[in-house]
């Protein structure tokens, strides 16, 4: 048994067997396209159409729409198993099913799960999640992309940013302020196909990590919806927001501990070939140091977020439970990722070896969806409503 194996609490044999899928398919498809992914900045649509073929696309979403109806803890291990090879292949499947396919079939009417989740779910369509906005932020609650009733139609006006698969998606969940004097409660929710016209696409953003996960903004000029496209009830969007990224927190923290894992599989190998003062680097106290601060964060990570999964398989409240998980699994890619290069030394400094590229792709998972910042604010406000209730 590898340490790579990780999770050692008894599992179904299915969620092991999903697991090993993924690992033989990250290992064997996806590790050899990492590098050339990340330095083109090219989208890995041969490995999404196969991530189709195995069901991955559709993890979230019911049998009866096409989809695999898996169980977060193997949600989970399939994104770390897909990080530990590429982190930009992993978070568009994330992405794909944390943010688009779960909301509609969760809030979605019978039609719009009939409409969307059956192409989603194969992985011959893409989709995304329209929250984010220019000079918003956090903020969630003050949107400015506005959505007014005209008769049985909604026209949207505004601008979205931080499109995750925004540029290749062909479905998204949109959220839009269709009454500001509520605040929150003023915000609605809306799928809908992103060829609809006066909806155009940003350019492609150049981005520090992640380079083969495809993220533009959206601008949205007078587009009309019909009623067919309200995911919810008038007023719910906020509502639907919070559950969806409480929920998309598990699959982030899934792949930073992807990225952890790599970082640390790919000190091992060269901690165990790089000698000096006559022997190899991991015999050094410090850098042995290192490796066991990794190894326990990796660990310690992966049990906050498959406990968080359990909790969310059984129906019991994980908000905080989630957001503790993506805090700190985030937060441990970004320390191994450093220590990884660290122990490359220059090499580590060069793209010729993978370890400033897990360093680079690490740090977005403390940021996108959902601050370290905001989790902590998240985590304090749960246990404080636990302590008083």
Avoid at 96 to 120: D, M, R, W
Avoid at 306 to 329: Q, V, W
Avoid at 354 to 364: F, K, W
Wanted: proline residues 3%; aromatic residues 8%.
């Amino acid at each position: 048994m590898s340490w790579e194996d990780g999770f050692h609490f008894e599992l179904p044999d299915e969620t092991r067997a999903i697991a090993d899928v993924a690992r033989t398919f990250a290992q064997g498809k996806v590790l050899p396209e990492a590098a050339r992914l990340d330095r083109e900045h090219a989208f890995p649509q041969a490995l999404v159409d196969e991530m189709g073929t195995l069901g991955f696309m559709g993890m979230s979403c019911p049998e009866l729409y096409g989809g695999t109806e898996s169980s977060t803890v193997a949600y989970c291990m399939v994104i770390e198993e897909l990080a530990a090879a590429c982190a930009s292949t992993s978070i568009i499947m994330s992405a794909h099913n944390s943010l688009c396919v779960a909301p509609i079939a969760s809030f979605g009417t019978e039609a719009q799960k009939t409409t969307y989740l059956p192409g989603l779910a194969s992985g011959a369509q893409l989709g995304c999640f329209a929250l984010s906005e220019p000079g918003v932020g956090s903020d969630a609650a003050s949107l400015s992309c506005s959505v007014r009733r005209e008769g049985d139609s909604y026209i949207v006006q505004g601008a979205k940013n931080w499109i995750t698969n925004g540029p290749k998606a062909d479905v998204v969940v949109l959220f839009a302020m269709q009454d500001a004097s509520k605040g929150s409660k003023g915000v609605s929710a809306f799928v809908h196909p992103l060829d609809l016209p006066g909806v155009s696409r940003g350019k492609a953003e150049d981005k520090l990590g992640i380079r083969g996960s495809p993220t533009c903004g959206l601008t949205y000029d007078g587009v009309r919806l019909g009623k067919e496209h309200l995911l919810g009830n008038e007023g719910d969007g906020f509502r639907i927001a919070m559950q969806t990224l409480n929920g998309g927190r598990l699959g982030v923290a899934a792949q930073a501990i992807g990225i952890a894992r790599a970082a640390l599989r790919d000190a091992l190998a060269y901690a165990q070939q790089r000698c000096t003062f006559g022997k190899p680097i991991s015999q050094h106290q410090m850098i042995q140091h290192y490796l066991a601060e990794m190894i326990t964060r990796i660990d310690a990570a992966r049990y906050l977020t498959l406990s968080a999964a359990h909790r969310k398989d059984r129906g019991e409240t994980y908000i905080r439970e989630a957001a503790m998980a993506k805090l700190f699994a985030s937060e441990a890619a970004s320390y191994c990722a450093d220590r990884g290069l660290q122990i490359h030394g220059g090499y580590g400094y060069v793209t010729d070896y993978p370890a400033e590229r897990h360093l680079r792709d690490a740090r977005i998972t403390e940021i996108y969806e959902g601050t370290s910042e905001i989790q902590r604010l998240v985590i304090a406000g749960q246990l404080l409503k636990e302590w008083q209730g």
